[in-house]
């Protein structure tokens, strides 16, 4: 039986409920099926350390307005931009950098070689029974290998590092870009003189003031004819149209993981152009995901109740 004294969380998973630390009791809320029995737990007026559901839809993070002992609120995503306007004052705000470093960075990867090497081309062509290489066509018109490509990374951080470690067996030159200069690292006031050595872009930054719309129509303008973008970030720091109107030319290609609008309209010009690959922002949802998540949860958890520094700490209460 709990203690009286017990400090109240919220998880939103049943494994990290069972495995709470001694002096917390836990509360399962998946943020789903807010109308049945149970859907909010009656300690909502008690909880003082709330891990938000994965996905913003299920987060609820309105609910914090109403935990007035909350101190804690931990997501599971490592952008918190859409969930910070909702942190009462006084409450600490932690994201999950680190948690998505894998997910993220395979499908990086995958999104990459799966536009050089034409793979949806020939995913449609299977559908329709199509054998046709496009040597058979024209010799001089193979496929792009990765390998001998320049790779420019655009926001260096925790998987923008985790990206060139999956890189490091195909060959390729990294270009390191962040917001800061560094070591090996160059500064965002670079970029204008970097952008024309690249083949591939890959847009790994947070949503920000000053990452919005950053992919314009001026950046855009400075990569190479037939560079290839891949934005496994956020949908917002690509000007849309910009981006539209160089793959509908054919002079650049592009393979995303987020759009905006986000989701992308079915009748959205971006899904009949050509030279463009989308998947529908899963960068972090594989099967990598649920056992960091616990592993993360269960450490933050420790942490707090052993009155320890919490990691990840975005904004302090």
Not at 213 to 228: E, P, S, T, W
Request: net charge negative.
């Amino acid at each position: 039986m709990p203690q009286t004294s017990s400090r109240r969380v919220w998880v939103p998973y049943g494994q990290s409920a069972k495995e709470v630390p001694e002096g917390l009791v836990a509360d399962v809320f998946t943020g789903r099926d807010l109308d049945v029995p149970g859907g909010v737990p009656e300690s909502i007026d008690e909880v003082e350390f709330f891990v938000l559901p994965y996905m913003f839809v299920n987060a609820h993070p309105e609910f914090m307005g109403r935990m007035p002992r909350l101190k804690v609120a931990q997501t599971l995503t490592a952008g918190y931009e859409n969930v910070l306007p909702y942190v009462p004052e006084g409450v600490t705000l932690c994201n999950a950098r680190g948690l998505h470093d894998a997910s993220t960075a395979e499908l990086a990867v995958t999104l990459t070689l799966s536009a050089l090497r034409g793979i949806p081309r020939y995913v449609r062509q299977a559908e329709r029974g199509e054998w046709a290489p496009t040597y058979k066509v024209d010799i001089d018109a193979v496929d792009d290998a990765l390998a001998d490509k320049t790779v420019l990374i655009l926001g260096y951080g925790s998987i923008g590092s985790a990206i060139e470690r999956r890189l490091a067996g195909f060959e390729v030159e990294v270009l390191r870009v962040a917001r800061s200069a560094r070591e090996g690292v160059h500064a965002f006031t670079e970029i204008d003189a970097l952008l024309p050595q690249a083949d591939v872009v890959i847009v790994m930054v947070p949503a920000t003031d000053e990452t919005r719309g950053m992919i314009d129509a001026r950046f855009l303008a400075r990569m190479k004819d037939g560079a290839l973008l891949v934005n496994v970030a956020r949908g917002v720091v690509v000007r849309t149209e910009a981006l539209l109107a160089e793959c509908a030319s054919g002079r650049l290609r592009a393979a995303m993981d987020v759009t905006d609008p986000e989701p992308l309209p079915a009748d959205h010009p971006l899904w009949r152009t050509p030279n463009v690959l989308i998947t529908p922002h899963v960068g972090g949802a594989s099967t990598a995901f649920l056992p960091r998540a616990l592993r993360m949860i269960d450490g933050q958890l420790r942490r707090f109740a052993a009155g320890e520094e919490l990691t990840n700490v975005v904004r302090a209460g």
